[in-house]
């Protein structure tokens, strides 16, 4: 995941400019009381762009850039893993999706199964966006 500084240089900033792009370490979330002795809520441990130190930045200072390659990648996994768990257990539909395969050019199943898993993970992360916007 990725964050925009939104906030004026300050001290919690680490005077880092307005509009810098900062890589956040996942799963380091921490409380800004713990982190900054301070009551100012939810912090990002960030690596900072000049030097690769890990430092916390509030999440009232950051805009989180959504960034969908992430979610296309773990969706299409998820997809993959669904599809092989029912072709596998049902040879009729194992058939079908071999046929299918040849008739589309596919040089095996794995690449037909591959090629609808990465579909279905554009779908889902297109949704998300229509979502995100309130589309939906």
Sequence with gaps: ???????????????????????????????????????????????MPVDNQCKYIPATCVSVINDYSELREK???????????????????MEQMARRASNEGCSSLSQLIARDAVGYAEDLVLELKKREKGLL
């Design 1 to 47: 995941m990725k964050v925009k500084i939104i906030a004026e240089d300050s001290y919690y900033c680490h005077n880092l400019a307005k509009n810098s792009i900062l890589e956040v370490v996942p799963n380091m979330e921490a409380d800004g009381a713990d982190v900054f002795n301070a009551p100012i809520g939810m912090c990002y441990l960030c690596i």
């Design 75 to 93: 969706y299409a996994g998820m997809a993959m893993q669904a599809i092989l768990s029912g072709v596998t257990q049902n040879t009729l539909l």
